[in-house]
C-alpha cells in the first residue's frame, strides 16, 4: 500500500510555521504567569524579529519580582541592542537591595555600554581596585614606592557618562605624590601611611566618576633610590664640565697671548737686528770724516771687551745674543 508522503510532509512544514509565528505553548505559559500578552503580540514580535521567548521570559521574571513592566518596553529595549535579561537582573537587585533604580535609567546604562548588573552588584558588593607601583620622592630626595588598594562601589547616577576605573587609579596616584612630595622626611611618612591616605581621600577624587571611593589603604611602601643625592651628583658633574670648559677657554686665550708677544718680541729683535746693522757703516763714516780716532776706537774696545767680559762672569756658560758694534774690522774700509 502506497502511503502518500508529499501531503504529509508539506503538512508538517505548515504546522510548523503555523507554530512559529503563533508560540501558543508560550502564550500559554505567560497567561498561567500571570503574564498579560495576547497571542497576536507574539505574532507582531516575530514579524519584528523580536524574540517571543526572550521578552516573555523577561516579563515573566520582572512581574514575578514585583516590577511593572510592559513588553512594549522591552521590545524597544531589544530592538536598541540592549540586553533585556542584563537589564531585568538588575532591576531585581535594586530593588532587593533598595537601591533607586528604574526602568528607563537601567536601559540607558545597558545601552551605554556599561554592565548594569555588574554595576549595581558593586553597590551592593564594594570591589578592590589595586594601584600599580607609584614612585615619590620626599623633600630630603628619598624615592619612595607605593601600592595602594582602594575599595570603591558603583555610584548609579553617575554611570552614563562618568569616567571609569582609570580615572580613579591616575587620581589616586597623583595624591599619593602629592602626599609624599609634601613630606619633609622620607620616615615621616614610613611612620604615618595613614597621612597618605588621609590626604588623598580629603582631595575628593571620585567626583565625576562612575564610582565612590570608600576607602584608600596603603598596602605595601618600599624605599627606591636617592633621587636627591643622585641629581646633586649629576649637578657636580655637570659644574665640574663647565669650569673645566671654562679653564679650557682661558687656557687657549692665554696660549693666544703668549703667541703674540712671541711674535711681538720677534719683531722687536728685527727691529734691533737692523739698528745694529746700521753701527759699523756709522763707525766706517766716522772715520772718514774724521770724527773718530784710531784711540777713541781702541778706548771703544776695551770697554766693549770689558762689558763681554763681566757678562761671561754672571752668565757662565751663556751666550751673548747682542751683536758687539766694531766687531767686524773688515767692514770699516
Do not use: C
Request: proline letters at 4%; hydrophobic letters at 45%.
Amino acid at each position: 500500500m502506497n502511503v502518500p508522503f508529499a501531503p504529509l510532509i508539506i503538512a508538517a512544514i505548515a504546522l510548523l510555521v503555523f507554530l512559529y509565528f503563533f508560540p501558543i505553548s508560550l502564550w500559554i505559559t505567560a497567561i498561567f504567569s500571570g503574564v498579560r500578552v495576547s497571542l497576536f503580540q507574539l505574532v507582531l514580535m516575530r514579524v519584528r524579529k523580536v524574540s517571543p521567548t526572550l521578552i516573555v521570559n523577561s516579563l515573566i521574571t520582572a512581574t514575578k519580582a514585583g516590577l511593572h513592566i510592559t513588553s512594549n518596553e522591552l521590545e524597544t529595549h531589544f530592538l536598541a541592542g540592549g540586553n533585556v535579561p542584563n537589564v531585568i537582573k538588575a532591576l531585581i537587585s535594586a530593588d532587593k537591595a533598595n537601591i533607586p533604580l528604574d526602568f528607563k535609567q537601567a536601559t540607558a546604562i545597558d545601552l551605554a555600554g556599561r554592565n548594569v548588573f555588574e554595576a549595581v552588584t558593586t553597590s551592593v558588593n564594594p570591589k578592590v581596585i589595586n594601584t600599580p607601583n607609584v614612585a615619590a620622592v620626599s623633600q630630603d630626595g628619598i624615592q619612595l614606592i607605593v601600592i595602594a588598594r582602594v575599595t570603591v562601589r558603583a555610584n548609579i547616577t553617575q554611570l552614563v557618562g562618568g569616567a571609569g576605573e582609570e580615572t580613579i587609579l591616575a587620581r589616586v596616584g597623583e595624591g599619593i605624590v602629592t602626599s609624599i612630595g609634601s613630606s619633609v622626611s622620607h620616615k615621616e611618612v614610613l611612620e604615618n601611611p595613614d597621612k597618605i591616605s588621609k590626604l588623598v581621600l580629603s582631595k575628593g577624587l571620585d567626583a565625576g566618576t562612575a564610582f565612590e571611593i570608600l576607602s584608600i589603604d596603603i598596602a605595601d611602601i618600599d624605599i627606591g633610590e636617592n633621587i636627591g643625592a643622585k641629581l646633586q651628583i649629576d649637578q657636580a658633574t655637570a659644574d665640574l664640565k663647565v669650569a673645566e670648559a671654562k679653564a679650557e677657554e682661558r687656557r687657549a686665550m692665554a696660549v693666544a697671548v703668549e703667541q703674540e708677544n712671541r711674535a711681538k718680541t720677534q719683531e722687536a729683535k728685527a727691529r734691533v737686528v737692523d739698528a745694529e746693522a746700521e753701527i759699523p757703516k756709522a763707525i766706517a763714516d766716522a772715520f772718514r770724516s774724521g770724527n773718530l780716532g784710531v784711540m777713541d776706537y781702541y778706548k771703544m774696545r776695551n770697554v766693549q771687551a770689558d762689558t763681554d767680559m763681566r757678562d761671561s762672569i754672571a752668565n757662565p756658560g751663556g751666550q751673548n745674543s747682542s751683536t758687539k758694534p766694531g766687531r767686524d774690522e773688515s767692514r770699516l774700509s
